[in-house]
T-cell receptor, first 112, second 113 residues
Framework: EDQVTQSPEALRLQEGESSSLNCSYTVSGLRGLFWYRQDPGKGPEFLFTLYSAGEEKEKERLKATLTKKESFLHITAPKPEDSATYLCAVQGTGTGGFKTIFGAGTRLFVKA | KAGVTQTPRYLIKTRGQQVTLSCSPISGHRSVSWYQQTPGQGLQFLFEYFSETQRNKGNFPGRFSGRQFSNSRSEMNVSTLELGDSALYLC????????????FGPGTRLTVT
């Protein structure tokens, strides 16, 4: 069964303190791995799609990387406005169709 | 370009009633997916529609159903509401079905009393 596990559940950083969020996945035939950001009371906001091991994508202070078993979301010199829940999701060929499976998320708090 | 819109934003229903939620996707997007989000279970996939056809379905009881219209707008219906159906219901649209990025609406907060 396809599964996504995110760690840590919560992460508290000081402004400027770089860190990484982890997303471990088990999927039959990865079609894509997605990262989203969700602010309280809002729907998730798309950040990145990664398709194959070794792929990397960057956007401002965020960089997503992918291996065959996990993905990392690196946050460089975070600011308070980066505080949010970061969600990882996968879609695989063996999920009985194109179901997107989400992890529980990592809640990031960045203190000024 | 207008984003995904969902109506209503908030809803309070009584156990046993039924409810219909609406979603208008981004213009040009033909795929609409529905998700249920709760603090305990996180985001769970309900179903996906593409060109008026249900393409995929999650592990939810038959009380949860949906449809998509020719203009790609979608509705989700929940019959015989239970207390455990209280959740944020999110709609997401994408330009295709498959490994495409999804764009989410703000959600409908359903409270069942």
């Amino acid at each position: 069964e396809d599964q996504v596990t995110q760690s840590p559940e919560a992460l508290r950083l000081q402004e400027g303190e770089s860190s990484s969020l982890n997303c471990s996945y088990t999927v039959s035939g990865l079609r894509g791995l997605f990262w989203y950001r969700q602010d309280p009371g809002k729907g998730p906001e798309f950040l990145f799609t990664l398709y194959s091991a070794g792929e990397e994508k960057e956007k401002e202070r965020l960089k997503a990387t992918l291996t065959k078993k996990e993905s990392f979301l690196h946050i460089t010199a975070p600011k308070p406005e980066d505080s949010a829940t970061y969600l990882c999701a996968v879609q695989g060929t063996g999920t009985g169709g194109f179901k997107t499976i989400f992890g529980a998320g990592t809640r990031l708090f960045v203190k000024a | 370009k207008a984003g995904v819109t969902q109506t209503p934003r908030y809803l309070i229903k009584t156990r046993g009633q039924q409810v219909t939620l609406s979603c208008s996707p981004i213009s040009g997007h033909r795929s609409v997916s529905w998700y249920q989000q709760t603090p305990g279970q996180g985001l769970q996939f309900l179903f996906e529609y593409f060109s008026e056809t249900q393409r995929n379905k999650g592990n939810f009881p038959g009380r949860f159903s949906g449809r998509q219209f020719s203009n790609s707008r979608s509705e989700m219906n929940v019959s015989t509401l239970e207390l455990g159906d209280s959740a944020l219901y999110l709609c997401a649209s994408s330009s295709g079905t498959g490994a495409y990025e999804q764009y989410f609406g703000p959600g409908t907060r359903l409270t069942v009393t």
